[in-house]
């Protein structure tokens, strides 16, 4: 997966986060390869950040000019 950036280059993954989901998701990802593995959980970890940096999205900033 390129995600324009190398596992190595983000903070030290410390935390545990919990998701639910279905359990026929949960059989497939159990047959994932460990390749295919590492790849979910980049795709995980850049789902989040973009969901965050979203929530914080003001179109004002960018559509109206602050010297009026």
Known sequence: MAVGYELGDIDKLTEMFSIRIPEIL??????????????????????IAKVIHDSKFDPVLYLKSTTD
């Open 26 to 47: 949960k059989v497939e990802i159990d047959r994932l390869s460990p390749q295919a593995k590492k790849d979910l959980n980049a795709a995980v970890l850049v789902t």
